[in-house]
């Protein structure tokens, strides 16, 4: 039993920064975890996924170089580091916890169990 909470979105310039943070009340130990994000009239899209030990991460293409995913067990939080932005960037931002570790295919969110209920990030001048 999880409950996942995303916090850390707001607005902000392009070219900045943002950490979003998922924090979980019960325990993250044996989960991978995903950040997603809907942008308004597009398709869910998979951002970044970590293991459970955090030894192996995926990100989607859009995001490699820019984004960093990591996961600190012992807070039960997984962190989503946000560099350069882009107005296309912007959109809702959702974590989601998996009991199994699918490699690329967790980016697909199909395998997820537990969703969180997003975080907005708004990237404009």
């Known amino acids: 039993q999880l409950q996942l909470v995303e916090s850390g979105g707001g607005l902000v310039q392009p070219g900045g920064s943002l950490r979003l943070s998922c924090a979980s009340s019960?325990?993250?130990?044996?989960?991978?975890i995903g950040w997603f994000r809907q942008a308004p009239g597009k398709e869910r899209e998979g951002v970044s996924c970590?293991?459970?030990?955090?030894?192996?991460?995926n990100y989607a293409d859009s995001v490699k170089g820019r984004f960093t995913i990591s996961r600190d067990n012992a807070k039960n939080t997984v962190y989503l580091q946000m560099n350069s932005l882009k107005p296309e960037d912007t959109a809702v931002y959702y974590c989601?916890?998996?009991?199994?570790?699918?490699?690329?295919?967790?980016?697909?969110?199909?395998?997820?169990?537990?969703w969180g209920k997003g975080t907005l990030v708004t990237v404009s001048s």
């Open positions: 019960g325990f993250t130990l044996d989960y991978a």
């Open positions: 989601a916890a998996a009991p199994f570790w699918y490699g690329s295919r967790c980016l697909s969110g199909y395998d997820m169990t537990y």
């Open positions: 970590i293991s459970s030990s955090g030894g192996s991460t």
